[in-house]
């Protein structure tokens, strides 16, 4: 199949725009103008993009596939005004889902009700028998339970924050949500993951990267991954965390032992590992999974093998610790070695300036995630309050570029929407100032970025003979003046942002809206 697009903006990735491209098969075969396209002869069809923008497809570099389409899968309680509400929302869901066994729901805020009482776990049984629900509030810190959930959790009701009426908080509701994961089975699994590689398309991502780890899912949620991304089309990367587990690298597939395998937690739940302690929380430094020893010993097993290490790493005493391990990985197998086996850091958030020479010297990739900026960054954020002053250090995306390391975007979905565009204009527009990035460096590290992370450099541009990998985007995009670089739509927040009207993968149309040209 021969397609001609033209009458576009077409960002190559590389040079200034084009207006047409044609693609023969899975691969870009012309660049061009509007008179070389009419010229163009023999394209089975011909796409008039009306002034449409055309881009090299985003790669969503951190995600977790069947974590995210559970949650797509879910039952959406935001705006309910009444218990009676909640009910019918929930007896019409079950309804339409006779195989799902497990139902969660979110989103429900009773302050907002004119009457509050809440559904009870008798209620939810009369309207859903036997089904396991789990009905979490707006702010996730409790959950309205069915019987029969409650009945498979026995352990919950000798818990802090249990009600036999079915509302739990606390550890008791933590004991509850921790069991609801176990219950989905392969079949569950794999509807998630289907779903969530339709949203991702819709998105303009054409390739993602699913870092599955011990604590995440079952190894056999690989395949179900790799599964849903061939039916839908998308290019999938899969790592697996788990720290020295070589035998697995070709048992499971996957192309490192990467991923979220951590070096420490996370800074919310002040688990992140901190040199000096959480401004909100005097004497406690977090936690501290892996030391430099066995982060070298990591790596060092992963580069005599070939494959990629990596390890999810948040706050500054973590950082240090991996830059150590590296360092003497380094010492151990010469800069060369390292270099080979393109190993990638996942966050990355508080990483010293002499850890980002040493990355950047040993071409470790860090792969970040703008909403974390965009959503706890700023003096009264989330990271402020958990640490000061020190959130302005934090996702250093401008530190790292500068020093030479190569950038990859993600979204860490379902802890934040894969929303490309939304993480472009997070990683331009920074809380600091002087952490920002500029449109073009950001929108790479969100294309060609994601495939440099996945070992594939080179790929992520539309240049003749790359892969016909791109997105057609709702918004026209102005073509520059030709010394101008490559033309971007407008980043300034409150701007509107494109939507998809088509993404292809490799020739393949795996996303195409309503209007779409
Ligand atoms: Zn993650």
Redesign the pocket.
Known sequence: MKTLLRGGVVHTGTHRPVTAMATDGGTVVWLGDDEGAAAYDGADEVVDLRGLFVAPAFVDA???LVQTGRQLGGLDLTGTTSREEVLELVARHVGGRPGDHVVIGAGWDETAWPVRNLPTADQLERVAPGRRLYLSRVDGHSAIVSHTLLAETPQASLEEGWSADGRLERRAKHVVSDRLADLDGPEQRLAAARRAVASLAAQGIGAFHE?AAPH?GPEYELDLVRQAAAEGGLHATTYWGEAGAYDKVERLGVAGLA??LVADGAVGSRTAAMRDSYADRSGHCGHGYLDAVQIADHVIGCTERGVQAGF?CIGDAALDAVADGFAAAAARMGDEALRAASHRL?HCEMPSAAAATLFARLGVVASVQPLFDALWGGPSGMYAERLGSRWEGMNPFRTLADAGVRLALGS?SP?TAPRPWQAVRAAVHHHAPGQRLGPTAAFLAHTEGGWVAARRPGEGVLREGAAATYAVWDLPVGLGAPDDGPALPDLTPGADLPTCARTVVAGRTVHRSEEQP
Do not use: A, P, Q, R
Request: aromatic fraction near 0%.
């Open positions: 951190h995600l977790h870092n995440i991923g979220d999810h996942e860490d802890v």
